[in-house]
């Protein structure tokens, strides 16, 4: 028996039909050719002025594309889907009450792969269920789909938690988390370094801007993961982020000792660099570095 975790905030959309797979390869950040039943992505849908819409990951399952989004997204998601819909021969359904979705952190990959060396986004299946290494990186978990609460006949052992702590430990901050993201480009969340988007793919939905900031190195801001060392419950009253005695950014979403902020390249000294000194109100901050970071 596995532990894993309930999250009854994600939702989950069937696409199916003849012109399933071209139509959402017109639309869509990542590849839909590299989708399969063994293998799942990660993917945006972003307005044509390539602002963020929806994010979602994607499993070939039971005839279909499936889609998880978080519920903040989920009616955005299919009205855009519907949107850009047409005349293609393609079915659109919100099944979120026929499966569940759930999450397991630090996960035994081994002994649900069978291999000792997994790919991202690598998936297994069975008759009423799936389950999938995490795309983005494999060290985040492995994400499940289910009618009957198992995997491969094992059955779950299930706790209800969102696992919230886990993302922002590893600086994952998902996008439900920003509170207006009308302000924020997909690549200023490192969306492209967390594997979301295939710039070798021929033209989607908010492509050309998209495509210009990562090849003309044109991102102005970036969301950076920190720690924030707090003691005797000790309050900050400032939003903004300083890099020596500069104004470089600001608090966009904090929980506990997790900070992540929103920085302004051209307001840094130099290059980003692990040799930085950032503070907040007097208080250090230590970047959360990661291996998917590139710097």
Known sequence: MFKAYLNEDIRIIKIFGNDAAEYLNNIISNNIDQASSS???YSCLLTPQGKFLADF?????DGG?????HSKFCEDLINGLNFYKLRSKVNIEDISSSYRYYFMPNAEIESIFNTTNPNLGQTTQSSQSYAFIDPRFAKLGIHVVSKNRSIDGNKLEVIEDDCLDHFLANGILNMYLIEDLS????????????NAVDFKKGCYVGQELTARMKL????PRTILPF????KNNETIDTKEILENETVVGEIIF?????????ITFRKLSGPLSLDMHFSLNGHELEINHQNWLTF
């Not at 990951?57 to 399952?61: A, L």
């Not at 003309?216 to 991102?219: D, L």
């Open 39 to 41: 293998t799942s992505l």
């Open 254 to 262: 904090q929980k506990n000792q997790y900070v992540f902020g929103h």
């Open 227 to 230: 720690i924030l060392n707090l």
């Open 183 to 194: 302000k924020f480009y997909p690549l200023e969340n490192n969306l492209h370094l967390l």
């Open 65 to 69: 594309f499936f889609l998880l989004t």
């Open 216 to 219: 003309r190195n044109k991102i």
């Open 57 to 61: 990951f994607i499993t070939c399952f």
